[in-house]
Each structure stands twice: as structure tokens, then as C-alpha cells.
């Protein structure tokens, strides 16, 4: 009789928002292909993407969701945030207005997805662009304020020209994402990985994707 051999993968779906032309495509880019384009092409509806990501010796696939940022399409929250599990919202670093239409695209998306456990996604705030000013200049203590009070998660300086902070961001939300879920479901897939698969298992906080392969007892 054939046995199941299962590698198991967790699949985390994280959503991308904010104002057009924060760089939401760009961190994305940086993050999957370490690319980065000056030419701006503004997204229509909606890009995904993924990657296979080892984090803390286990294997994750993230999905990403990048939305289109122009104010017209903030009803894609609604129909984009299903299922999501983390959030990046991102502004541009130089403009003043940035914090307040970050505030705007998390506020929707709270209204309208939460964790199972009724708790709101987990939501780190970006401040792209980080190449383009002089840091010594700019007070940093009002972002520290916002963030607190708007109970985004984390917040990060980046530049997805430069590379800088991409990474750390991004493992920054996966943390607070996994530490959450597996709070909230009790559902670590570590706990899984020798078992034998038959039917593929799904938490209401992660999905468990099972890669079968044949093998013989
Ligand atoms: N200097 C600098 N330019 C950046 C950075 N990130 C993005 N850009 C530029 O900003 C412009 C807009 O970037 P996108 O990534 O397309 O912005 P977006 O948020 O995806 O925009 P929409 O798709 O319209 O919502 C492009 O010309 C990028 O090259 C950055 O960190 N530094
Ligand atoms: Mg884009």
C-alpha cells in the first residue's frame, strides 16, 4: 500500500494599500524580483504575486495582492481584503497628506475584514521613498504618534530604489501575521509536517496547502 509523503506549506494572503504612486508596485517589486523601475505604470485594479518564503526554517507561500491606489478604486478594498491576513499600507514619505490617506485606506479596510477572531488585520504603515529626503530634517515623532494612535502595528521608513528596509518590513509583518494567527487558530503547521495527508486541511487563519507526492511504506 502507497503512503502519502507531505511537505506542508502555509499560504498567507497580504494585501497592499495606499495612494497612488507610494511605490506599492515598487515594494513589491524589490521584494520578489529585487527590481526597481523609474518608469511609473499605474496599476489597473489590481496585481498579484507571490513567493515561496522561508521564514524562521518554515516554508510560507505569501501572496500578494497589490491594488491599484487611485481614490476611485478604495471600493477594491472591499472586494480584495477577503481572506487577507496581513496588510501593508503605504505612503509617500514626502507628502504631508500621506498619513491622512493612509489612515483613510485602513479605516475601510477594517470596516470590512478582520481576523476570525474579530480582531483587525494585522496593518503595518510604510513610508516609501526614504532616498529622496534628508532624514536629519525630518521629525519622526509625530509618525511614532500616528501609529500608536491609529493602532497600525509597525511602522518603516523605506526605499524601494535603494532596498532599503524591504526585507525588514515585510519579515516585521509576517511575525506579528504568524504570531496572531497561530494564537488565534492554534493552527502551526510545524505541527503537521510528518503527518499523512488525505484530505487538505484549511484554518479559518492560515490556509495548509499539502504537496503530495507519492511514496512507498
Ligand atoms: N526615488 C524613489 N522612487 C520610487 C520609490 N518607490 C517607487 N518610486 C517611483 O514612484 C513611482 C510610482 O511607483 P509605483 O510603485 O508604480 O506606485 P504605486 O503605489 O504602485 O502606484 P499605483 O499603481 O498607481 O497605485 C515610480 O516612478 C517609481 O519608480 C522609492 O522608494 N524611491
Ligand atoms: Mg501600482
Not at 59 to 84: P, R
Amino acid at each position: 500500500m502507497s503512503k502519502e509523503i507531505t511537505n506542508i506549506i502555509t499560504e498567507i494572503k497580504i494585501i497592499i494599500i495606499g495612494k497612488s504612486g507610494s511605490g506599492k508596485t515598487s515594494y513589491v517589486n524589490r521584494w520578489i524580483k529585487n527590481t526597481f523601475n523609474e518608469t511609473y505604470k499605474s496599476t489597473i485594479v489590481s496585481e498579484f504575486s507571490h513567493k515561496t518564503y522561508i521564514f524562521k526554517n518554515k516554508t510560507y507561500k505569501i501572496n500578494l495582492w497589490d491594488l491599484a491606489g487611485q481614490d476611485h478604486f478604495n471600493s477594491l478594498i472591499k472586494a480584495f481584503c477577503k481572506e487577507a491576513k496581513g496588510c501593508i499600507t503605504m505612503a509617500d514619505i514626502l507628502l504631508p497628506s500621506s498619513l491622512n490617506d493612509a489612515l483613510n485606506w485602513k479605516k475601510t479596510l477594517d470596516e470590512n475584514e478582520t481576523l476570525s477572531d474579530g480582531s483587525n488585520i494585522p496593518n503595518i504603515l510604510i513610508l516609501n521613498k526614504y532616498d529622496l529626503i534628508n532624514s536629519e530634517k525630518k521629525d519622526f515623532n509625530v509618525i511614532e504618534e500616528f501609529v500608536k494612535k491609529n493602532k497600525f502595528d509597525a511602522w518603516f521608513k523605506t526605499s524601494a530604489k535603494t532596498g532599503e528596509n524591504i526585507k525588514e518590513s515585510i519579515d516585521t509583518l509576517l511575525e506579528i501575521v504568524i504570531n496572531k494567527l497561530n494564537d488565534i487558530n492554534d493552527c502551526d503547521s510545524s505541527r503537521f509536517k510528518n503527518s499523512l495527508a488525505l484530505e487538505p486541511r484549511k484554518c479559518s487563519g492560515i490556509d495548509i496547502l499539502r504537496n503530495k507526492q507519492s511514496g512507498c511504506c
